[in-house]
């Protein structure tokens, strides 16, 4: 077996280091509606019901935010970057009014709507609801 120079081995690593980036590339989804890699993201969730407290747990693969307990109009927020691949994956439980949902906050792969700022409202009806900036139809709801 040949030594390589550090030259040389700097050279191969760096070609690798491509070749494997050029691979997520291409192993990416190709939907350009797909959030886009390193991008800002600002989730928020709002209780917008009068009178009654909302308890929620939102977590990633990588990341468990835990257990929150909103009160009325208050709001629990957190931000990210999106991962180079784009599949970065927020999800949470959301009990109201004894009702649990189990929604996805963020999915980075289907092309989220939100992009770079998702608004949910827990509403009076007992669903969240994704608030859609720039839409005709206002909301998209869960219950």
């Known amino acids: 077996m040949m030594k390589m120079r550090k030259q040389e081995m700097l050279c191969f690593t ?3 280091v491509l070749l494997i980036i050029s691979n997520m590339n291409m192993v ?3 939907d350009e509606a ?3 890699p390193l991008a800002k993201t600002r989730v928020v969730l709002q209780n917008s019901i009068p009178n009654e407290n909302v308890t929620i747990h939102c977590w990633s693969s990588e990341n468990d935010l835990g257990t929150h307990n909103l009160a009325p109009n208050s709001i629990f927020s957190w931000h990210f970057r999106v991962n180079i691949r784009a599949t970065t994956k927020f999800v949470c439980d959301i009990l109201v009014y004894g009702d649990f949902f189990h929604i996805s906050v963020f999915d980075g792969r289907i092309g989220n709507i939100c992009q770079e700022y998702c608004l949910w409202k827990i509403t009076k009806d007992g669903g969240p ?3 859609i900036k720039g839409s005709r139809h206002s909301q998209d709801c869960y219950y």
């Open 14 to 16: 760096i070609g690798v």
């Open 129 to 131: 609801c994704l608030m």
């Open 28 to 30: 990416a989804p190709s």
């Open 34 to 36: 797909k959030s886009k």
